[in-house]
């Protein structure tokens, strides 16, 4: 639910769960053939493990990070991991790079150009579930465009800062 004055959006895993699926029928109904979907941790895991069984598609991880301070709401400088994991082989030929947003569009910029860099990648394409108006990088497929750019507050947030004693008192009857 976006706030009236556009500044937050408020996502509950259902609406989460429906986005990650629309994202894989805009995919899908593109027609495009890839080998293997590339995911950005964290924010991309989700999806790219839905996409990945959507598609049967081996799923590599490439660690990225920008947000640190203010309880990862300011944006930092970015960290990109030096390896990519991948289940067997390299990663390479047709490739879906997944995320959960382009909100600045620094991190999905510097990660395209990287891999547009790798030679054993052949075709290039990025996923993500919201687009926001300000990204300096539009993805090849997303579900929404955010035009007022307001701080997405996704579901699993729940779980920043809780540590296992917070977590353990949702038991406590």
Not at 58 to 84: F, V
Request: proline share 5%; charged share 25%; with cysteine.
């Amino acid at each position: 639910m976006l706030t009236d004055d556009g500044k937050h959006l408020y996502v509950s895993w259902d609406e989460y769960h429906l986005l990650t699926e629309r994202l894989a029928l805009k995919v899908h109904a593109s027609g495009w053939e890839f080998d293997q979907i590339l995911c950005l941790a964290r924010g991309g895991m989700r999806p790219g493990d839905v996409l990945s069984r959507v598609f049967d598609k081996p799923l590599g991880i490439m660690s990225t990070s920008s947000y640190r301070a203010e309880a990862g709401t300011i944006q930092g400088r970015l960290d990109m991991a030096k390896y990519i994991t991948m289940p067997k082989g390299e990663l390479a030929g047709r490739v879906l790079l997944v995320d959960d947003l382009a909100d600045s569009g620094v991190t999905l910029k510097a990660v395209v150009e990287r891999l547009r860099g790798m030679p054993a990648i052949s075709e290039l394409r990025s996923a993500v579930i919201w687009t926001k108006k300000v990204s300096a990088y539009t993805p090849d497929y997303y579900v929404e465009m955010l035009e007022t750019s307001p701080w997405i507050h996704q579901p699993f947030e729940e779980y920043d800062g809780m540590g296992p004693e917070a977590l353990a008192k949702k038991f406590v009857v």
